[in-house]
């Protein structure tokens, strides 16, 4: 059974860094692409931040340069190192497999707020 656990969100002030992690189960995980999907109130969730089985990364254009998805296929787990972030940024924050199950895990939230 799939099981995905995202933690390590928070309020932040505008331009500052947040590190979330994803712990997975379930996953066969070193065959599969990653990915970091963010939902802010009243829109559809996106994907953000997309890294393949051999560690390629790929980002949105309104995260890239300030974001880094990094992934540990020995403790089966995904990061996402965000900075410089500002409200736009604010989201519950999820991972999943890349393209993602139907199952989603309870998300992080991320609030960056003065």
């Known amino acids: 059974q799939v099981q995905l656990v995202e933690f390590g969100g928070g309020l932040v002030q505008p331009g500052g860094s947040l590190r979330l992690s994803c712990a997975t189960s379930?996953?066969?995980?070193?065959?599969?692409?990653m990915g970091w999907y963010r939902q802010a109130p009243g829109k559809e969730r996106e994907l953000v931040a997309r890294?393949?089985?051999?560690?390629?990364?790929l980002y949105a254009d309104s995260v890239k340069d300030r974001f880094t998805i990094s992934r540990d296929d020995t403790m089966k787990s995904v990061t996402l190192q965000m900075n410089s972030l500002n409200a736009e940024d604010t989201a519950v924050y999820y991972c999943?497999?890349?393209?993602?199950?139907?199952?989603w895990g309870q998300g992080t939230q991320v609030t960056v707020s003065s």
């Open positions: 379930g996953v066969p995980f070193s065959i599969n692409a």
């Open positions: 890294i393949s089985s051999r560690g390629a990364a």
């Open positions: 999943n497999r890349n393209p993602p199950y139907s199952i």
